[in-house]
């Protein structure tokens, strides 16, 4: 097997086992990506302390940790391995659907606070994005906020931050533009932001904020 078929072998199976939740939130831990996502929580989202927030592709939900004590917390996933642990682990902070969140749903949660949706914008098709991006615009208050958090690629980025982005799991990354043009339509006020240093390991972040007037 040469060094190529050898590289691409173990970045198929790291992708296998990052369906695992404890392996996903442990690589997620090791490389920063978690840190990454508390801090640009605080830095674009921050929570108060008794909102209601509805997070869309919450994977094994460790994030409900993270937020103030005094929010609510709904998570939708579609993959029954993630809501499983999620439930096990963090059923008592908050409550985790399996599935997709859709029309009903959002009839049934709003109004929200918050939406958001913490590194699966590039797991989303354009159309999807623009479905859960309406969706939110139903669920959300006046005055709520959508916040999204994804990889970006951009010009003369690290070598290391593209390679990773080219191999995500996710098949959407999207440039700054790419994103923005996804949630324009339905967020009359949008403000973007780009980070290279939220991780030790070379990445770069775009976090968006949506505010639902
Ligand atoms: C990179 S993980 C992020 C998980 C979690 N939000 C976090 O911050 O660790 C992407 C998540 O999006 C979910 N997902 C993929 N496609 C989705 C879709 N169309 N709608 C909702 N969730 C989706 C996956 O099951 C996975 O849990």
Request: glycine share 10%; with cysteine; hydrophobic share 40%.
């Amino acid at each position: 097997m040469g060094i190529y078929q050898a590289a691409g072998a173990a970045n198929l199976s790291l992708k296998n086992y990052l369906a695992h939740p404890r392996i996903y939130q442990g690589f997620q831990e090791a490389a920063g990506f978690f840190g990454a996502r508390i801090k640009a929580i605080d830095a674009y989202l921050p929570l108060k302390g008794n909102e209601k927030v509805l997070d869309i592709g919450c994977g094994p939900g460790f994030i409900v940790q993270e937020l103030p004590e005094g929010c609510s917390y709904v998570g939708f996933d579609p993959s029954p391995d993630y809501i499983r642990y999620a439930n096990e682990h963090f059923g008592n902070r908050g409550e985790f659907v399996l599935g997709f969140f859709d029309e009903k749903a959002a009839n049934t949660y709003a109004p929200v606070d918050v939406v958001m949706l913490n590194g699966v914008l590039h797991h989303m098709t354009d159309a999807e994005a623009d479905e859960v991006a309406r969706l939110a615009d139903i669920v959300l208050r006046p005055g709520g906020r959508l916040f999204t958090l994804d990889g970006c690629f951009v010009d003369g980025q690290n070598p290391v931050a593209k390679r990773l982005l080219s191999n995500d799991r996710g098949k959407f990354v999207r440039r700054q533009v790419g994103y923005e043009a996804l949630l324009k339509p339905h967020f009359s006020k949008l403000e973007a932001y780009i980070d290279h240093r939220f991780s030790w390991v070379p990445y770069t972040f775009i976090s968006m904020v949506g505010h639902k007037r």
